[in-house]
């Protein structure tokens, strides 16, 4: 009995394994295949981009978040890196083609540094792609159905941010 107990548990974790060593190449395949959805993809509208970023928070979980304010386009964000708070300040903006920027100055214990970051966003029915530019991976940012892991859903309407920088502004 124990010998067939042990030979099935060996077959079992056989078996696992080889699932495994196939979905590993499948996963790989599947960035590859969302990289050339979104090439094929339409730029999102700069309207779009508008109403998808007005006065909405951008979480980015106990890492930070960034506010895109309609009032001056003013960008705001608090940050958390390794446990050392920072901020930044500046402008957000949408230079086309499926793109938005934000442009801010950071403070934090490393002192103070200016930065652009742009993300490119692409549209195919109601499925929306983004990537980080210059040259970031494709992700699906919204999915064609409500999925709470999409980074959409991490776009809260409101100000998740001043409070916060606030008190990081305080400490300084």
């Not at 974790?13 to 190449?25: E, H, N, Y």
């Not at 109601?126 to 709470?148: A, E, M, T």
């Amino acid at each position: 009995m124990k010998r067939v107990l042990g030979n099935s548990i060996g077959t079992a974790f056989a078996c696992s394994i080889a699932v495994l060593a196939f979905q590993l190449p499948a996963g790989a395949k599947t960035a590859a295949q969302v990289a050339e959805l979104a090439r094929q993809a339409e730029a999102v509208p700069d309207e779009g981009i508008y109403q998808m970023y007005q006065n909405r928070s951008w979480l980015w979980g106990r890492n930070g978040a960034g506010y895109f304010a309609v009032q001056h386009r003013q960008f705001s964000a608090w940050t958390s890196d390794k446990g050392k708070l920072g901020y930044g300040d500046g402008i957000w903006f949408i230079p086309g083609g499926g793109k938005l920027c934000f442009r801010a100055k950071w403070h934090g214990a490393g002192g103070d540094s200016n930065a652009l970051t742009c993300f490119e966003h692409r549209q195919t029915g109601r499925v929306l792609y983004q990537r980080k530019l210059p040259d970031g991976d494709w992700y699906i940012f919204r999915s064609s159905h409500r999925n709470l892991a999409d980074e959409f859903m991490k776009l809260k309407y409101g100000d998740y941010v001043t409070k916060k920088e606030n008190r990081i502004k305080a400490m300084e």
